[in-house]
Structure formats: C-alpha cells, structure tokens
C-alpha cells in the first residue's frame, strides 16, 4: 500500500504540482487548502506525512497552527514545512513546534523527494529492528526502538522522529561527541546548525519537563553534544 502525503497547501497551481510529483513518486495523495478542511479529514486517520506552507488563505500563522494540532494528536506523524518564508525566526519557530523538517519552496524536486524518502526510511526503520539494539538503557533513561518509545524515570518522554534518532545517536553511545555531521547521518536528514540547536533545545524542555535536574545532554562548543550517563 502507497504511503499517503497530505500537502496543505492554498495556491491550487503550486499544490497541484506537488501532488503530481508525489504521485510520480508513487505516494497517495491528498490536497487542502486550508487548516480546518485537512483537521477535518484526519479525524479518522493521520496520513503517513505532512507537508504544510504556513499562510493559508487569510490565516497568515495557519500552517504553524496546524503543526501544532496535528503534533499534540500523535508525536511522530512525520511533518514538513514547505514555504516561501526563509526567515530564520520562522524556521526555528517552526521547528520548536515539532516539525521534523523545514524547507523553503526553492528547493529542487529530487532534494524535496529525497527528504521525504529519509523520513520513510526512518519510520521503517523503527517498524524493522535489527540485532540486539531494540532496547537501550541508560542510568534513568529508557529507549525501545521496536516501539519507538523514550522514558526517562519511567515516564514517557514524548519525541518527534527527528527528536527520536538524536537522542538515540547520543545515548548509544555515552560520553562520546557526536558532531553536526553524524547527527544528521542518525536522523536521516539534512540539518544545519541552527536546526540542530533548536531540535537540542527542544529535547531538553521535554526531559526537563519531566525532571528538572535533567543535564544529561552537554554541549561541546565547537565540537557537537553528548550524552553523560550517571
């Protein structure tokens, strides 16, 4: 069965374009042009991805609205922006609101299918576990890949997929840098600085929410993060 994308998006001839590519793609397919219409269509059943612009019609801050409502429903229901906004602030914005990816609408097709098929490549991966690998546990922390569950204290820690393979890269391995590069091999994805840093940020307002002694993740200035298990 096709993985199903969602693309919200409200100019019909730039919606209809990425759909076509989608559907070349073999990826199902489904289009709105507003918020409500595409909350309203996934009250039965999330899409497999989410491609959302952030204006939408006269809501200028409805994309990132929606990624708020569409993350407070599941915390790993891949979610993309894809947009002509390329100011930071909104990229880091955006991120904070638990999107895994953000891009603007110059970016070439193959690059955008290309992000979409590491997201796949991702949830896939949690669905085939290999080897030894399925449970990690580290001091207060608890990963189990098969479900791709996180707890810390034994309560459950709630992460996006980006959010997932970070701190799972980290906690593999204990006490050991993981730079900018290696980071974004564990995610799958294609990250710059700043989206790293917010995803970090982003990670410990989660665990300190839970515990607010959490430092487990230090940063190494100039070098990248690591994870110190007690």
Excluded at 21 to 37: C, K, L, Q, T
Excluded at 54 to 80: H, M, Q, T, Y
Aim: hydrophobic share 40%; proline share 3%.
């Amino acid at each position: 069965m096709p993985k199903r994308i969602a693309i919200i998006e409200d100019e019909a001839a730039i919606r209809d374009n990425y759909s076509a590519a989608f559907r070349r793609e073999g990826y199902a397919v489904e289009g709105f042009d507003a918020r409500e219409p595409a909350l309203n269509a996934f009250e039965s059943r999330l899409p497999d991805l989410v491609v959302i612009d952030i204006n939408l019609k006269d809501d200028v801050e409805g994309g990132f609205e929606l990624c708020r409502e569409l993350r407070a429903r599941s915390s790993d229901l891949p979610i993309i922006f894809l947009t002509a906004r390329d100011s930071e602030f909104d990229a880091v914005s955006g991120l904070r609101l638990g999107a895994d990816d953000y891009l603007t609408k110059d970016i070439s097709l193959p690059h955008l299918m290309a992000r979409i098929a590491a997201l796949f490549r991702r949830m896939d991966a949690m669905k085939k576990p290999q080897g030894n690998d399925n449970r990690l546990t580290r001091g207060d922390l608890a990963i189990d890949i098969e479900r791709m569950t996180v707890h810390w204290q034994d309560q459950s820690v709630s992460l996006t997929l980006t959010e997932f393979w970070l701190v799972h890269a980290m906690a593999r391995y204990p006490g050991h840098v993981k730079n900018r590069q290696q980071l974004m091999d564990a995610a799958q994805a294609v990250l710059d600085d700043n989206t790293i840093t917010s995803h970090i940020k982003r990670i410990r307002r989660k665990f300190n929410a839970i515990d607010t002694e959490f430092d487990a993740i230090e940063t190494v200035y100039g070098m990248g993060y690591r994870w110190l298990s007690k």
